[in-house]
C-alpha cells in the first residue's frame, strides 16, 4: 500500500453519519443503530444522539456504557488471493497473507484459502463477525469453481451432492452443478481442511484448479489477482442480517 493511501486511511477525519460509524465500528446494522439513537441508548460527547446527526473521529461516543472509539472502526476486505500465499499470521512465512495485503490496520482472515487455492478471501479486524460466520454451524455458503482432472459423471456430482467420507465423517450434502466437461461448482456449508480437494480425492480425481467465487453474499466478481476492496454499505447491511442470529460461540 501506497504512503499516500496509507496518510488518507489514517489521517480520515470526513463528518460520517452516526449510524454508519456504530455499524462500520462493528456494534450493529445501520438500522439497528437507529433504532438504539431513538431509544436514547447512544450519546456523543456526554449528550443524547439524534437520528441523523454526523460525528467527526475524536468525539465520543457511547452506546450505553460503552466507549465506541476510533480505534474500533471496523474493517471488512474482500481479496483476490493469488495462489502460493499462505493463510496464517506466522510472521516467518515470507508469503502470508499479512504480509502480502499490507494492510496499515491489522487484519486477519475470515476462513483460510490453502496455498494451492485462490479467490475470494475476507480479512477484518472484527472477531465478533469472523466467530458468527466461521460456525459449523451456522451453515453459512461458500460457492467454489473447480476444474479437475477427468471429465465430471453424473454419478461424481451425485456423490460430491450427497456427501463424501473423509476425515473420519461424511461431508455435510452441497450443491454441486457441472459446468464444463472438467469443471463444476459446488456451494458448501461447512469448511474442512482441504474438504473439496479430499472430497475429489475420495472419488478418483485430481484438483487442478481451485477458486473461491463466493461467501455468503460476497462475490469476487471483477477484482483483479492480489487486488483487494472494502465492502460495500449495502454488502455490510446484507452481511449483518445473514449472521444476526449466528452464535457467535
Do not use: W
Amino acid at each position: 500500500m501506497s504512503n499516500q493511501i496509507r496518510e488518507q486511511f489514517l489521517n480520515k477525519r470526513e463528518p460520517v453519519r452516526l449510524n454508519k460509524y456504530l455499524s462500520e465500528a462493528g456494534v450493529c446494522s445501520r438500522r439497528e443503530a437507529d433504532r438504539l439513537i431513538e431509544r436514547g441508548r447512544v450519546t456523543v460527547d456526554g449528550r443524547l444522539a439524534l437520528t441523523g446527526m454526523k460525528i467527526i473521529p475524536g468525539q465520543e461516543v457511547r452506546v450505553g456504557n460503552r466507549i465506541i472509539s476510533k480505534q474500533d472502526e471496523m474493517v471488512v476486505l474482500a481479496v483476490n488471493k493469488p495462489r502460493g500465499i499462505v493463510c496464517t499470521e506466522e510472521k516467518r512465512e515470507r508469503n502470508s497473507i499479512v504480509r502480502f495485503l499490507d494492510y496499515p490496520v491489522r487484519v486477519t482472515y475470515i476462513g483460510r484459502l490453502d496455498k494451492d487455492s485462490h479467490g475470494l478471501l475476507l480479512m477484518t479486524n472484527n472477531g465478533d463477525i469472523i466467530n458468527r460466520m466461521m460456525r459449523a454451524s451456522n451453515y453459512h455458503e461458500k460457492e467454489y469453481k473447480v476444474t479437475v482432472d477427468k471429465e465430471i459423471t453424473d454419478g461424481f456430482l451425485e456423490k460430491m451432492a450427497s456427501g463424501v467420507p473423509i476425515l473420519d465423517t461424511v461431508t455435510r450434502p452441497c450443491q454441486v452443478r457441472k459446468i464444463g466437461k472438467y469443471t463444476f461448482s459446488i456451494i458448501l456449508t461447512q469448511g474442512l481442511n482441504r474438504q473439496i480437494r479430499r472430497m475429489c480425492e475420495a472419488l478418483g480425481y485430481e484438483v487442478k484448479d481451485l477458486l473461491r467465487v463466493r461467501v455468503m453474499n460476497i462475490c469476487l466478481g471483477n477484482l483483479k489477482e492480489g487486488q483487494y476492496r472494502q465492502l460495500t454499505d449495502e454488502e455490510l447491511e446484507e452481511l449483518y442480517r445473514l449472521i444476526q442470529d449466528s452464535p457467535d460461540r
